[in-house]
């Protein structure tokens, strides 16, 4: 997942939440991320997709949070996003005549379970109302 979607993501939902139920357009979420509007949009729509945003289209459109901040997990942005592995995946196919390559993967695969149970366990104990009071 190491493509910013995360941190996106939380951006937008974190001036959602700021926002108190006020439409917001994908052009004024994009000048605050300093991103590509079609950027906003999309990440909105899988947002969307996942029950966390609900959005309006046309000149008075925009979205707002579907569930208030204080029922969205951060665990619950993290899994919206999520791609592929924390740490990346080799791109080779190591040599099962080596007692390293033979096993290497699984190994990996095992360790990078336990890492990202860890990260998705802070996750799940922050609200997205709690990482938005920071900017109070």
Do not use: W
């Amino acid at each position: 997942m190491n493509n910013g979607r995360f941190p996106i993501s939380l951006h937008i939902l974190t001036l959602l939440a700021r926002a108190e139920g006020s439409l917001l357009s994908s052009d004024f979420i994009a000048g605050s991320i300093n991103c590509n509007p079609v950027i906003v949009r999309k990440e909105i729509s899988n947002l969307r997709s996942c029950g966390l945003v609900e959005s309006k289209e046309g000149k008075n459109g925009g979205a707002t949070l579907a569930k208030p901040a204080g029922n969205i997990l951060l665990s619950d942005i993290y899994a919206a996003v999520r791609q592929s592995s924390l740490l990346g995946n080799s791109r080779n196919t190591p040599n099962p005549d080596c007692a390293v390559g033979r096993d290497i993967n699984t190994h990996l695969e095992n360790l990078y379970a336990e890492v990202e149970g860890v990260l998705v366990n802070k996750l799940h104990g922050i609200s997205l109302a709690d990482f938005s009071r920071q900017f109070d």
